[in-house]
């Protein structure tokens, strides 16, 4: 009679990968082979794009930055370069944020800005 090894390892690791391809389409969800990749695909894909999103949000930011600034008659680069100059320590995160929710206090940082950068 043969012996079996390992049977409850070997389930367990099946049933986890099974349960993690929950969802995915045709024979990626219930064949442990191609559900076994496909998870391994999806798992690297999100450890890729979590980074990712930080370099999309930080892109965003300054697209958003230099709209308010332009309207306000200066250069992106020219507003964080007067900030820095007049000690303002705001992030990007929060800059964007201010510029879109309150143009006016927006319009008085980049004032700010400008008066640092031509005093300088």
Do not use: C
Not at 53 to 58: A, S
């Amino acid at each position: 009679m043969s012996r079996h090894k390992s049977v409850v390892q070997r389930r367990k690791r099946r049933k986890r990968i099974l349960k993690q391809a929950k969802g995915f389409f045709g024979k990626r969800k219930n064949a442990y082979r191609i559900s076994k990749q496909a998870v391994m695909k999806a798992l690297s894909n999100a450890y890729r794009d979590r980074r990712k999103r930080k370099r999309d949000f930080r892109g965003l930011w300054i697209t958003r930055i230099n709209a308010a600034a332009r309207k306000n008659g200066i250069s992106y680069s020219k507003l964080i370069h007067g900030l820095s100059a007049a000690k303002v320590k705001l992030n990007r995160k929060v800059l964007a944020d201010i510029a879109v929710q309150e143009p006016e206090v927006f319009s008085e940082i980049a004032k700010t800005a400008k008066e640092s950068v031509n005093g300088s």
